[in-house]
């Protein structure tokens, strides 16, 4: 196969993995040079551009690559000079580069890196404990990040924590919000800070879907008490994103021994959730009772002011120079979160940059109007259950009830098959929030909506109206 194809059949998955308009940015304008000895060789426009992938999506591009060409696939990037000169020749650098003191003229390729599993002493023999890798990304540290009214509060707490790992009134502190809002970033920053003041201390990041991983592969490999012992000596555990932990019961049981051992023994635990623990569902309550012993603080929307200070902040790390407009510009138009604000900072400066242009307010309103037009406003499991509840006219806790009324399943059913179809949910989070059911009833409902769309032409109307009110 030759590398355009191997690039193309790439590129058919990626597209399904990032949204239309990072795709477009980042990844159309990328050349396939050349195929050799599993060797594959990438244009990319500038370095700028080669950080960016570096950063953010060199994971689903390795996956793909090695999809096509095998484990022992390589990469190299061939990267065009910023200089304008349309006869300098390309240079190409090592994958992966730290930073652009790193780039060579000299051709050096590297395997793709595996992502970075956390290395389990269980599964090592003999490491030591000083040795676990925390797992934290240095970008994510207190100097970084912004403080407003939106977020006074947890950075406070954090850091206080931070000074005192384990010796506050704040543990477990658990951090909550909407998506996009910094509760990984703080959560890091904390863990970062503590590693600066106590180097000795063991800290450790994990998200819930990889604890949930490495869990079930203790089981299938016999060492079940490895992995507890293992999580069970850290100093200071930050488990994110613990509301995807709902409806696995395992996974739970084996997360309230870890987290009695830790707080019994003083340790430090913090957590992040999109919801605080009197919301959450699909958790048992022996688990909720534990994350109120500590604080639950919440990270919201930032306002104008901190997202002015954010733009500001990112722009002077990078070195950048914006007019104060285009700044005012995105940050009254960019509003929900703190991703999509510096996304579209992102997308404006390669917008710049591919296209040579000067970035003035009229490329910003450009920009930034596609970028509102093609982003999906994401919808919640609990806004679905409140859309289909409203249009068949029943109360909107109805369907978290064990009745078993036509009506009540139907609408339940619909709720779970929306909720599959347009939110990123597991089928166990799924369906612990609507009716606390199991993941098969999940697969069962949405069969059955599915078989009602290609026989029933009325429920195929209904469908079809709802699904407008949640897409509107």
Not at 49 to 61: D, N, R, W
Not at 105 to 122: D, G, M, Q, R, Y
Not at 291 to 315: H, M, N, V
């Amino acid at each position: 196969m030759q590398h355009d194809e191997i690039w193309n059949n790439c590129l058919k998955v990626i597209k399904d993995n990032v949204p239309s308009i990072s795709f477009r940015t980042w990844f159309e304008p990328i050349v396939p040079l050349r195929l050799e000895d599993k060797v594959l060789t990438i244009q990319v426009p500038s370095p700028f551009f080669y950080e960016y992938l570096e950063e953010k999506y060199i994971e689903i591009i390795s996956k793909t690559l090695r999809k096509e060409l095998g484990y022992d696939a390589k990469l190299e990037y061939s990267i065009v000079m910023e200089n304008n000169n349309l006869n300098s020749r390309p240079y190409t650098v090592r994958f992966p580069a730290r930073n652009q003191t790193e780039l060579k003229n000299k051709p050096v390729s590297l395997p793709l890196t595996e992502e970075n599993h956390i290395k389990n002493p269980f599964i090592i023999p003999g490491i030591k404990k000083l040795n676990i890798d925390p797992r934290l990304n240095p970008e994510n540290s207190f100097d970084n990040f912004i403080e407003g009214e939106c977020n006074r509060l947890a950075r406070s707490a954090g850091y206080a924590v931070a000074n005192n790992p384990g010796g506050t009134a704040f543990n477990p502190l658990l951090i909550y919000g909407d998506s996009g809002l910094g509760k990984t970033h703080l959560a890091q920053a904390i863990g970062i800070e503590i590693k600066n003041k106590f180097p000795d201390k063991v800290v450790l990041y994990v998200n819930s879907n990889r604890f949930q991983t490495q869990f079930v592969e203790s089981i299938r490999n016999n060492n079940k008490n490895d992995f507890l012992h293992f999580y069970q000596m850290i100093d200071v555990l930050i488990i994110d994103d613990v509301h995807e932990f709902a409806g696995k019961e395992k996974t739970q049981d084996i997360f309230f021994h870890i987290f009695n051992h830790l707080h019994q023994s003083g340790k430090q635990l913090i957590l992040s959730s999109d919801k605080p623990p009197v919301e959450l569902q699909g958790l048992e309550q022996r688990l909720l009772s534990r994350f109120k012993w500590g604080l639950s603080a919440d990270l919201q929307i930032p306002d104008y002011e901190t997202r002015i200070a954010i733009l500001r902040k990112k722009t002077y790390k990078d070195g950048i120079e914006l007019p104060e407009e285009v700044i005012e510009y995105v940050a009254t138009h960019i509003t929900d979160n703190i991703r999509e604000l510096e996304g579209a900072l992102i997308s404006l400066l390669a917008q710049s940059t591919l296209n040579k242009k000067e970035i003035t307010l009229d490329l910003a309103k450009e920009m930034i109007d596609k970028l509102i037009k093609n982003t999906k406003r994401e919808v919640s499991i609990d806004y679905i259950q409140k859309v289909v509840c409203n249009y068949f006219e029943i109360p909107t806790d109805s369907i978290q009830s064990k009745t078993r009324k036509r009506e009540i399943v139907q609408a339940r059913q619909v709720a779970m098959y929306f909720s599959k179809n347009l939110t990123k949910a597991s089928l166990a989070t799924i369906g612990a929030q609507i009716g606390g059911k199991d993941h098969a009833t999940v697969l069962h409902a949405c069969k059955t909506v599915n078989n009602l769309l290609e026989t029933d032409k009325l429920f195929k109307g209904q469908i079809e109206e709802i699904e407008k009110k949640l897409k509107f």
